[in-house]
């Protein structure tokens, strides 16, 4: 067998690399730059790179790779134009910048906390460095935004690739490490304007080519991002800060022609075919007139993605259609996971969300199918619908129906009842309601507030009292004298409109002065005293439990001494007339005999 006189190429640069440090490696690519020399030791770099598993030595690497590419950009290296064996080189270090990128998103899950801060980090500052040099090289004289750079950390966020360092099986099953969230919605989401615009496009994009059931944490980790959001613009004047700098140049008005408007790929022009349309939510509906619509349509059509930034349209339509798109995949698959999404964003529906969309009631339908799940998910949904009815003259005649709906049994023993109370006193607080309506929420409170604990009995007295103040209409339910022997009141029935309530009287209240508990007894007696008082705040009244009850009454200071049997009897339990029998056997146990039955 012939002896081979060269080593494999694998095994050869396999051990060059194990041979050569990080730091010589940096020089001579550092050299190799500023001489127009070689580049092959970057690929010797970003293998080195990969294969380290010490963490110190990691972020030593990454940081080397970081500089190199720095002055690689700087240099104009990755621009258009030159021969063919120029192309082919800017080719192969595109591919290199593309590998180094993937090790860096797939770091941003790494179990060292100081891993994922900096190549986050790196990751935005490679941003702004090749959208720099995007910018210098284009021919439109326009800021540019390197988009598909930017495309890669936002699936890092809402996909999380596993770390190169970790040895894990799936590829995207893990949620946004918590740090790197927080850092990226403090740092960049909330601050800068063109970072928001572009994630929220992306954002959507995501959610549409990603299905949820294959990557799970998705759309948990995107509402994670969304629920930070702590501001966003309201008015034109307010988009002012730019992470990319040479976007902070005001763009031109745009024309009424296409004209100029056409961008290369690199822009991310916005054209009528593009799949990415986000100008169609805010334009009005379909049915207006032809003359409206198109102008609105020309006026839309001629924002470039310079112009797109500038405007606060643009940046609610991006937002919006993030939204219509993230909803109804929450109610797509019915699991527990996702009924706890739904929670957190009705939490913040009524005043992150709506707010900032382009029609809210958009949201209608789906808030609508919400109200059904029942429970703190079908409370806050009306909630929703009533930010919706308030503030943007949205008619939903079934409203107070779906409230009433909500007074069973079990809503006074639910720990979401301090919640209901708070939401329905905001719902009842109106001052134009019928009184018919109002008697039937508040003898319904009263009827279940026969079987409910001493704490929610303390929340529905006050709770009563303030809306018989409002409306003395319904002072005539406390002392009704009725001739009838039963109560006209039908529990049973669906319609609050409809429950002869106000014909009924509060007597069921009424008796919980002879309540075992004295604070409720104490409560329950202002309804026979003058209406003196202007209202409980039902803040007080929303934290009582059976523990701060009983902590109530352990330190409450004793006026008059209890009254107490001073002498105690030795046979407090005799086992009989005589302690045995006759014949010597013990007589019978009064104690055991209580439990004798039959």
Request: charged share 25%; with cysteine.
């Amino acid at each position: 067998m012939p002896v081979r006189s060269l080593p494999p190429p694998t095994k050869r640069r396999k051990t060059a690399v194990e041979s050569t440090s990080v730091k010589s490696l940096e020089a001579q690519l550092t050299s190799a730059v500023t001489e127009n020399g070689s580049l092959n030791p970057l690929a010797d770099l970003l293998i080195l790179t990969y294969g380290l598993s010490d963490a110190r030595e990691m972020s030593k690497a990454v940081y080397s790779v970081y500089r190199v590419f720095i002055l690689i950009i700087s240099r104009g290296m990755l621009v258009h134009g030159g021969d063919d064996a120029a192309k082919l080189v800017r080719k192969w270090i595109w591919e290199k910048l593309d590998s180094y990128v993937e090790l860096l998103v797939g770091l941003l899950q790494d179990e060292e906390p100081a891993l994922r801060k900096s190549s986050l980090e790196i990751l935005f500052s490679l941003l702004k460095h090749l959208s720099t040099s995007l910018t210098k090289s284009s021919s439109t004289a326009q800021p540019q935004f390197h988009l598909a750079h930017f495309k890669q950390i936002v699936h890092g966020l809402l996909l999380c690739p596993p770390s190169p360092r970790s040895n894990g099986s799936s590829k995207h099953a893990s949620k946004t490490m918590l740090d790197v969230r927080e850092n990226f919605v403090d740092v960049w989401f909330s601050v800068y304007d063109d970072i928001r615009w572009c994630f929220l496009r992306e954002a959507t994009t995501v959610l549409s080519k990603y299905p949820s059931s294959e990557y799970p944490h998705l759309l948990d980790n995107l509402l994670s991002i969304m629920e930070k959001l702590s501001t966003f613009p309201t008015d034109p004047s307010e988009l002012n800060s730019w992470w990319v700098e040479e976007l902070g140049v005001k763009p031109p008005k745009h024309k009424s022609t296409k004209g100029d408007a056409e961008e290369d790929d690199a822009t991310e022009s916005v054209d009528e075919n593009d799949e990415d349309d986000w100008r169609k939510f805010f334009d009005e509906d379909s049915n207006a007139k032809d003359a409206k619509k198109s102008g609105a349509k020309a006026r839309a059509y001629t924002l470039t993605f310079h112009q797109s930034l500038y405007s606060l349209q643009a940046h609610r339509a991006v937002f919006t259609r993030t939204w219509l798109n993230f909803l109804p995949q929450l109610s797509s698959i019915s699991t527990s996971s996702n009924r706890t999404l739904t929670t957190r964003a009705l939490n913040i529906m009524h005043r992150g969300v709506l707010p900032h969309l382009t029609r809210p009631v958009l949201v209608m339908d789906w808030i609508s199918a919400c109200v059904d799940l029942g429970e703190t998910v079908g409370l806050l949904a009306l909630n929703a619908l009533f930010a919706l009815m308030r503030d943007y003259n949205l008619d939903y005649p079934s409203f107070f129906t779906r409230l009433y709906a909500f007074l069973h049994r079990d809503v006074l023993h639910l720990k979401h009842r301090a919640r209901f109370f708070r939401l329905t006193e905001l719902f009842l607080s109106s001052t134009h309601l019928p009184a018919t309506l109002l008697a039937s929420f508040v003898k319904r409170l009263s009827r279940l507030s026969l079987n409910a604990p001493p704490a929610a009995i303390i929340m529905v007295v006050p709770f009563t009292y303030n809306i018989l103040k409002r409306h003395p209409a319904l002072m005539v339910m406390i002392h009704n004298n009725s001739d009838t022997d039963t109560d006209p009141f039908i529990a049973d029935e669906p319609n609050p409109n409809s429950t002869n309530a106000l014909d009924s009287s509060l007597w069921e209240l009424h008796s919980h002065i002879h309540h075992y508990d004295s604070a409720v007894s104490t409560m329950a007696r202002i309804f026979s005293e003058a209406f003196t008082k202007p209202g409980y705040s039902m803040e007080d009244f929303l934290d009582h439990t059976y523990g701060t009850l009983i902590e109530t009454e352990v330190r409450r200071k004793i006026k008059k001494e209890p009254a107490l049997a001073m002498e105690l009897r030795k046979d407090l339990f005799p086992m009989a007339d005589a302690a045995s029998t006759d014949d010597g056997s013990a007589g019978r146990d009064a104690v055991n005999e209580l439990w004798v039955f039959g």
